[in-house]
């Protein structure tokens, strides 16, 4: 078992933006999750920090698990009080400074009909099923079905959100912030056009195709007024999967029409309030990170992985230009033995934070398939270190 104890967790989501904007350096190792899965944070409420677990009143990312009749909005908002407590409760016992909210995108995925792809969880924690996105099919495959398209619930479900984030102010611990968070491209790319026919359309329905990118980038913006001005929000969190190992998924030239202006305006409107706008985002980004730096002027970049581009990588070439956030390589955290495991951890910490603008994390998320002592034993590494 890591040696982990935080004995007085002391929240600063200020010393958070500023190591990242470069304006402090710190002589300690902040560390940051995009998102920690309910199976981790359930054995470590439980095991750990000897405390109850209430599970969400909606799974995430379910891909046409839940449907919009099983649970009315009323029932479930009177869960989530309890439940972000709960959640809350977590994270400042872990060390955190921010929390980001994933209920916008669990809503929204209730509006999605198609049948998810299921296989057995083996997953060390394993949540018993995991789904998959349906890669052949999308909810829209014509412009009938774009004008069927229940675009009209969403404005409810940014309505609804808006009122969950009021659920955050009096019970928060002081020092934390709630980042909020959406997607434009994964959601085209899963379940509103599908994988193959975004990329069939791209070529043989390119104005239905724009259209869809219209619509959804309408509807993050929307989302994103509705609850950036809350003092409770210190940032956006922005997360899109632009790419794999090798590269985007989607041309420069498609991402720069599609994708890009939508992201754009986002991190306007949280410049406009004074907020920082992050970026999580799979895949190799080389081609397009003076892009993102340049014109979009994201704040912060997530998401790295050692096979592509490692997060050391990253910080020798924009580590001066934007701040960086995670890196520690899933694969690594996941099946390295603990030993190598510190070693590594310890040469990421050693090389990335002297320079600033750096916190650690995972390079993507707390899966539910890292064993929860390698999870721990990164933050206990993070605690101990010493510039």
């Given amino acids: 078992m890591a040696d982990f104890r935080i004995a007085e967790p ?9 190591v990242l904007n470069g304006t402090r350096k710190s002589d300690k190792a902040l560390y940051q999750e995009l998102m920690v899965d309910e199976e981790i944070k359930k054995k470590v409420l439980q095991d750990y920090l000897k405390e109850e677990y209430v599970p969400p009143p909606v799974s995430a990312f379910s891909l046409g698990e839940n449907k919009q009749s099983k649970t009315s909005f009323a029932e479930k908002k009177k869960k989530y009080k309890t439940y972000y407590e709960n959640t809350l409760q977590f994270y400042y016992r872990m060390g ?141 969190w922005h997360a899109d999967d632009l790419g794999y190992k090798s590269g985007t998924m989607l041309s420069v030239k498609d991402l720069e029409r599609l994708v890009f202006p939508w992201v754009k305006k986002y991190a306007e409107i949280a410049h406009s309030h004074n907020k920082q706008f992050y970026w999580h985002s799979c895949g190799k980004k080389d081609e397009i990170m003076d892009i993102l730096i340049n014109e979009i002027k994201l704040d912060a970049i997530h998401g790295f992985e050692e096979v592509s581009y490692p997060v050391t990588k990253y910080k020798e070439i924009w580590g001066d230009k934007i701040g960086i956030i995670g890196g520690i390589d899933m694969d690594k955290i996941s099946r390295m033995e603990k030993d190598d495991l510190k070693f590594y951890i310890k040469s990421i910490l050693d090389y990335c934070v002297p320079k600033g603008r750096y916190i650690c994390g995972t390079g993507n998320s707390v899966a539910n398939y890292i064993p929860v002592e390698n999870y721990l034993l990164m933050i206990s590494e993070c605690q101990k270190w010493e510039g």
């Avoid at 002391?10 to 500023?18: G, K, M, N, S």
């Avoid at 994988?195 to 993050?220: C, I, Q």
């Fill in 96 to 236: 955190y400074s921010l929390y980001v909210d994933f209920t916008f995108q669990n809503h929204i995925e209730e509006l999605n009909t198609l049948p998810p792809v299921r296989s057995t969880d083996t997953a060390v924690h394993s949540k018993g099923k995991r789904y998959w996105a349906n890669m052949a099919n999308g909810m829209i495959k014509s412009w009938e079905d774009f004008e069927n398209f229940p675009w009209h619930l969403t404005d409810q479900v940014i309505d609804e959100y808006a009122e969950i984030v009021g659920l955050f102010k009096n019970i928060i611990p002081d020092g934390m912030k709630i980042a909020t968070s959406s997607s434009v491209f994964e959601f085209v790319l899963e379940w509103i056009l599908g994988y193959e026919n975004l990329f069939l359309f791209l070529h043989d329905k390119p104005d239905l195709v724009s259209s869809v990118f219209t619509k959804v980038g309408e509807m993050s913006f929307k989302y994103y007024e509705a609850t950036i001005a809350e003092p409770v929000v210190g940032c956006i």
């Fill in 10 to 18: 002391q929240p600063d989501f200020d010393e958070l933006v500023a």
